[in-house]
């Protein structure tokens, strides 16, 4: 993964309007604990799934604070930029910005649409249609339940462009007791994408 001006890992994060909020919030902390700094855009959905699953203090104008103290301190660590999902002339928007890996946590049916057919309406849509063009990694973590002919096809597509699918379906062999603990085998599941190593999860023996 590419850095940033300050040294720091660069990495895109958009959430969008599907539930699993939890996913997001555990990802984007064990991203900023490794010190990345994070690109992050979050959809009229996605701020309102925050809000909806996680309470008012998860909120998008609040949401450092609220990693803090979920979390830990060392989510100071790292550094993010939050766009509108409006902005189009966005940094990440670009195919010379130096941000080199994109997750899509969790993934609406609405937006995965959207980037199968590169359809770049708003910028988590640009943003990961950037990442397929230009042939850097992008994570997509779509939430459905049961899931259309269309929105299979859609997974299908964004395959076959070079997305990595990766469905929230937290596993239970490593006998999660609380939901942090199933928020933290995907997150932990992203990472090891990134080529982070990580211990959100136990290793598999
Ligand atoms: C409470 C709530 C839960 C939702 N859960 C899902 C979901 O799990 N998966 C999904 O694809 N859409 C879900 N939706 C619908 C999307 O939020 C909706 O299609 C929205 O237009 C997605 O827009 P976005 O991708 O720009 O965030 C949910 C909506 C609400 C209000």
Redesign the pocket.
């Known amino acids: 993964m590419s850095t940033d001006l300050a040294g720091r890992r660069s990495c895109a994060l958009a959430s969008?309007?599907?539930?699993?909020a939890i996913y997001a919030t555990r990802t984007m902390a064990a991203l900023l604990e490794r010190g990345c700094h994070l690109e992050l855009v979050v959809?009229?959905?996605?701020r309102?799934?925050l809000r909806?699953e996680l309470g008012e203090a998860a909120s998008v104008d609040k949401l450092t604070e609220f990693l803090i103290a979920k979390y830990g301190e060392s989510v100071r660590n790292g550094t993010t930029t939050l766009y509108s999902n409006k902005d189009l002339g966005a940094k990440i928007a670009s195919g010379s910005q130096g941000c080199a890996g994109m997750v899509v946590v969790?993934c609406?049916?609405?937006?995965l649409a959207g980037i199968a057919h590169g359809l770049s309406r708003?910028l988590?849509e640009r943003a990961a249609d950037v990442m397929l063009k230009e042939r850097r990694p992008l994570i997509i973590v779509p939430?459905?339940t049961p899931m259309s002919l269309p929105q299979l096809k859609n997974m299908v597509l964004c395959a076959q462009a070079g997305a990595m699918m990766m469905p929230a379906m937290p596993a239970f062999y490593q006998m999660p007791k609380t939901l942090d603990d199933l928020a933290s085998f995907m997150a932990g599941k992203i990472l090891s994408a990134f080529g982070f190593s990580h211990d959100l999860y136990p290793a598999w023996e």
Do not use: F, I, Q
């Open positions: 969008t309007g599907a539930s699993g959809s009229d959905y996605g309102r799934l909806d969790p609406s049916m609405k937006t708003n988590v939430r459905e």
